[in-house]
T-cell receptor
Framework: AQSVTQPDIHITVSEGASLELRCNYSYGATPYLFWYVQSPGQGLQLLLKYFSGDTLVQGIKGFEAEFKRSQSSFNLRKPSVHWSDAAEYFCAVVSNRDDKIIFGKGTRLHILP | NAGVTQTPKFRILKIGQSMTLQCTQDMNHNYMYWYRQDPGMGLKLIYYSVGAGITDKGEVPNGYNVSRSTTEDFPLRLELAAPSQTSVYFC???????????FGDGTRLSIL
């Protein structure tokens, strides 16, 4: 079955430290890949997307993600987090074969001052 | 720019009542979606639409109905509210299947 896995339910990092959030997917076709962020009481906001081409994609708010086909991964990174990055992050895939959309269960990011 | 607008923002229903969650978008997007979000469970797709007059079931459609008479509007109907439908509901739209989704701010629904 098609799935998206975010292995970490919660992650805590200190302000200024680097961040990596993990995402693994299982899809037969080459998927479209997304990362979204959700602040409390808000809808989801797109951080970045990967369709094809360069496997390292840049997004908003200083985030980047790298698509690794061999590992079926699309991990989100940021070199230095800010307190305002505390939120929940969702990885999502869309199969370009059947348009089905699958979200991961999310990773909640906590920032220590 | 309004984007995706959901109404109401909050609602409390009694078991067995019905209601419609409204969603409208002003971006001329063909694709629209309804999700529910429960704590620790991420987003589950309820229904989606690829254009006016076309709807299809997602992962958790039972207990819900949708219609898409116009490009702009995609209402979600609960006919017989049940406590299991207590959740936060999000509507989203996108220009196409691979396009980024634009989300509304959600409707928090409690069934008592």
């Amino acid at each position: 079955a098609q799935s998206v896995t975010q292995p970490d339910i919660h992650i805590t990092v200190s302000e200024g430290a680097s961040l990596e959030l993990r995402c693994n997917y299982s899809y037969g076709a080459t998927p479209y890949l997304f990362w979204y962020v959700q602040s409390p009481g808000q809808g989801l906001q797109l951080l970045l997307k990967y369709f094809s081409g360069d496997t390292l994609v840049q997004g908003i708010k200083g985030f980047e993600a790298e698509f690794k086909r061999s590992q079926s991964s699309f991990n989100l990174r940021k070199p230095s987090v800010h307190w305002s990055d505390a939120a929940e992050y969702f990885c999502a895939v869309v199969s370009n074969r059947d348009d089905k959309i699958i979200f991961g269960k999310g990773t909640r990011l906590h920032i220590l001052p | 720019n309004a984007g995706v607008t959901q109404t109401p923002k909050f609602r409390i229903l009694k078991i067995g009542q019905s209601m419609t969650l409204q969603c409208t978008q002003d971006m001329n997007h063909n694709y629209m979606y309804w999700y529910r979000q429960d704590p620790g469970m991420g987003l589950k797709l309820i229904y989606y639409s690829v254009g006016a007059g076309i709807t299809d079931k997602g992962e958790v459609p039972n207990g819900y109905n949708v219609s898409r008479s116009t490009t702009e509007d995609f209402p979600l109907r609960l006919e017989l509210a049940a406590p299991s439908q207590t959740s936060v509901y999000f509507c989203a739209s996108s220009p196409g299947p691979g396009g980024p989704q634009h989300f509304g701010d959600g409707t928090r629904l409690s069934i008592l």
